[in-house]
């Protein structure tokens, strides 16, 4: 990080938070809420601000004065269905919310994609209406010299064709888990689930640009439904071409966009505690025997090659491994 112009008014940023919290027992604690509510400012946080004209060759100084705000909600609900028999089973579930707000920067003005009042880490795309089926859509203007311009992208050159996309001119994790006992026998099992996240798939539509390079290639070009004429009415792609349009193939427009819901076996783990009369045999104080299997399936209405995209912007992002392990913990 440059340093920019010395600021010796900087400080350590500053955070105040409360919470609230409500927990709930029944029928004997068997059955238990814990619902929680929090709220967190945090203001004092860098922001790089440009100064006027250069002083020493620097021409910005960094200074407190972002401000974010998060709150939430946090719910956990516990089951013990089974709590005085031989078989015992638990049950765990929680869900949580988190709405964070980028609230102001030191000039009063947006900073850089962030929008004073909005989310943080929006997702920015062009809103689209389709392609363009012949050069007599594409939307011509008047240069100064009286001279019919067709609009371009950068350069004069990069006109709009057909078969581009048309551009609008507009001026959770959450998871639950089940514990289950029999003598010396216990299976756990998790699952993670995510409901109503919006992600932004681009990795196909980059693989698929024409002047790529050394790109690994992440669509079936068998069934690749691109635009090829105007009868192409159901088109999800451009028509494959060079026209040097700089965004056609970058995947940053709204039709790229889908809301994603899936549940996931996360982990399962089965898990033998060796009998106490064998451990003391052997000269140990204890021995547990588990195999856990991590991502053995997944339920999803997304498109892409995973759902569990963190960033909301689905770039390259490989499958998750199905995994098997035989573990072992003895205690001496």
């Known amino acids: 990080m440059s340093a920019g112009v010395i600021n010796k008014n900087l400080s350590w940023e500053e955070t105040n938070q409360y919470d609230v919290g409500l927990d709930i027992s029944l029928l004997d604690y068997r059955f238990k809420v814990n619902l929680d509510y929090y ?8 922001n790089r601000i440009t100064l006027p004209g250069n002083t020493q060759y620097l021409n910005f100084q960094w200074q407190n004065g972002m401000a974010i705000s998060n709150q939430g909600i946090e719910l956990e609900l516990i089951a013990d269905i089974f709590r005085e028999t031989a078989v ?26 962030q929008i004073i009042g909005r989310p943080l880490h929006q997702l920015m795309v062009f809103k689209t209406d389709g392609f363009y089926n012949s050069m007599d859509e594409v939307p011509k203007y008047y240069t100064a010299n009286k001279e019919v311009q067709l609009i371009y992208d950068n350069d004069t050159r990069m006109v709009y064709l057909p078969g581009a996309r048309k551009l609008v001119d507009l001026n959770g994790d959450r998871g639950f888990i089940n514990e289950i006992r029999w003598k010396n026998l216990d299976l756990n099992i998790f699952f993670n689930y995510s409901i109503g996240r919006h992600a932004l798939k681009i990795y196909d539509d980059f693989s698929l640009k024409p002047d790529a390079s050394s790109v690994p290639l992440f669509a079936d070009v068998t069934k690749l439904n691109a635009w090829s004429s105007a009868a192409s009415t159901q088109a999800a792609y451009p028509k494959p071409q060079n026209y040097g349009l700089h965004y056609q193939y970058s995947g940053l427009f709204d039709c790229d966009i889908e809301k994603v819901h899936f549940l996931r076996l996360k982990q399962l783990t089965l898990g033998y505690n060796l009998e106490e009369e064998i451990v003391r045999k052997i000269g140990i104080s204890s021995a547990r025997f588990f195999v856990t299997a991590e991502n053995l399936f ?5 498109s892409g090659i995973d759902p569990e995209i963190y960033s909301g912007i689905d770039k390259e992002v490989y499958p998750r491994p ?11």
């Open 88 to 113: 015992q089973w638990r049950m765990k579930f929680n869900l949580s919310r988190n709405w964070n707000r980028f609230e102001k920067s030191a000039d009063g003005f947006d900073f850089n994609s």
């Open 39 to 46: 709220y967190r400012y945090t203001k004092g946080q860098l």
């Open 322 to 332: 199905r995994v098997f392990s035989l573990s072992a913990n003895l205690n001496f």
């Open 298 to 302: 997944l339920l999803t209405n997304y």
